[in-house]
């Protein structure tokens, strides 16, 4: 994570913490899929995995999201659950992990084989998704944090700051 990012993301935390900072970088995360191609994206706030979508020949994937102020990854038992069920229609699922720290960025791991529990992101370099590019999304990522930073540290509710920017881009979400 390049060092500009990385204050954004410092600033943000320390004026939403954590659980508000986490359902922000969400909704950036989708919209960040949107804008390298993915299609028929929908981003859910409330219940179920977080977010869902296609590629550009149909392929259909659902994502948890996960960000940590540490090295560590923490899965629930719900999240194990909400994807596996995904799993038996058909989607390709993962989980998005961001540490929140200077020189570490998004990964994309599979989680066909994941269990509840709480894991230390360096075990999972072996277990990545390629289908997903992850510098084409970090990029994404970080252009849309520098475009909307001011908005959304600015905003009394920056989840629906965001939830305006994701309906303005045909973006689905549930909230």
Known sequence: M???IYQKISDLNDKFQSKELGKVIQKMLALSFNKVGFKNIEENSIQG???????????????EVKTSGTRMLSLGEKDIKGLLMKKKHGN???????HRALFSDWMFIKADELKAGRFNLDGFRAHLMPE????????????????????IISSSNPQTYMDDIL???GVGFVR
Do not use: W
């Open 49 to 63: 995995v977080d977010i869902n979508m296609e590629d550009e020949i149909g392929n259909r994937y659902s994502i």
């Open 92 to 98: 390709k699922i993962g989980v998005a992990a961001l």
């Open 2 to 4: 390049e060092a500009d």
């Open 132 to 151: 997903i590019n992850t510098d084409i999304v970090i990029k994404a990522f970080n252009q849309l944090l520098n475009n909307n930073y001011i908005g």
């Open 167 to 169: 309906k303005a881009n």
